[in-house]
C-alpha cells in the first residue's frame, strides 16, 4: 500500500488530535504588549494515575518514501510533539478498529508546528525529515502501562 502525505491541518488532523501552532490572532497579548499566547492548544489528558512530563526526544531524520511498519498507540494519556526546530516532520495516525489500527493516515507539518496525539491514537514513530530531529515532548508520567505496539504490514508514505 502507498499512501500520500497530507498538508498538516487542524480539520484534517482533528479525529486524532490537536495541531498546535499560532495560525490567527493570538488569544491574549502580555507581556506590555510584546507577546501574543495562543492560549490553551491541546487537550492534554494523563488519566487519574498520571502526571505531566516534559522530555526532550533526539531521532535519527528518515528519508521519502518513508516505509512504515510499526504503530504505537498510548492508552492511559495523551502525547504532544513540538519541534524544536523550524522543519517540517512526517506524522502517521490511523483510527483504532476494534483494538488495532485502522487505515494510516499520513501528514507533513508545516515549519513551526506541532501535534498531540489524543489518548489512544495509534501512530507511527516520531519521524523527523530533517536534522537535528529534536523535539520536546509533553505526555504523561505513571506507573501503569501506556504504550502498546503493532507490526503492521509495511506500507509506503510519499510526499
Given at each position: 500500500?502507498e499512501?500520500?502525505a497530507?498538508p498538516?491541518?487542524r480539520?484534517a488532523?482533528a479525529?486524532f488530535g490537536d495541531?498546535?501552532d499560532t495560525a490567527?490572532?493570538?488569544?491574549?497579548?502580555i507581556?506590555r504588549g510584546?507577546?501574543g499566547?495562543y492560549?490553551?492548544?491541546?487537550?492534554m489528558?494523563f488519566?487519574p494515575?498520571?502526571?505531566?512530563g516534559?522530555?526532550?526526544?533526539k531521532?535519527?531524520?528518515?528519508?521519502?518514501p518513508?516505509?512504515?511498519d510499526l504503530?504505537?498507540?498510548?492508552p492511559?494519556?495523551?502525547?504532544?510533539?513540538i519541534?524544536m526546530?523550524?522543519?517540517p516532520?512526517l506524522i502517521?495516525?490511523?483510527s483504532?478498529?476494534g483494538?488495532?489500527?485502522?487505515t494510516?493516515?499520513?501528514f507533513?507539518?508545516?515549519?513551526?508546528?506541532?501535534?498531540n496525539?489524543?489518548?489512544?491514537?495509534w501512530h507511527g514513530?516520531?519521524?523527523?525529515?530533517?536534522?537535528?530531529?529534536?523535539?520536546?515532548?509533553?505526555d504523561?508520567?505513571?506507573d501503569t502501562?501506556?504504550?502498546e505496539e503493532?507490526?503492521?504490514?509495511p506500507?509506503?508514505?510519499t510526499?
Amino acid at each position: 500500500m502507498e499512501i500520500k502525505a497530507l498538508p498538516l491541518t487542524r480539520e484534517a488532523f482533528a479525529p486524532f488530535g490537536d495541531v498546535l501552532d499560532t495560525a490567527g490572532d493570538p488569544d491574549r497579548i502580555i507581556n506590555r504588549g510584546m507577546c501574543g499566547r495562543y492560549h490553551d492548544r491541546a487537550d492534554m489528558d494523563f488519566g487519574p494515575e498520571g502526571r505531566v512530563g516534559i522530555s526532550l526526544f533526539k531521532a535519527i531524520p528518515r528519508e521519502m518514501p518513508y516505509v512504515c511498519d510499526l504503530l504505537e498507540r498510548h492508552p492511559e494519556g495523551s502525547q504532544a510533539f513540538i519541534p524544536m526546530s523550524m522543519e517540517p516532520f512526517l506524522i502517521i495516525v490511523a483510527s483504532d478498529d476494534g483494538g488495532k489500527p485502522g487505515t494510516p493516515v499520513a501528514f507533513i507539518s508545516e515549519a513551526g508546528q506541532g501535534i498531540n496525539f489524543h489518548r489512544g491514537t495509534w501512530h507511527g514513530v516520531l519521524t523527523p525529515l530533517h536534522a537535528p530531529g529534536l523535539f520536546a515532548v509533553v505526555d504523561r508520567i505513571g506507573d501503569t502501562p501506556n504504550l502498546e505496539e503493532v507490526d503492521v504490514p509495511p506500507f509506503t508514505v510519499t510526499l
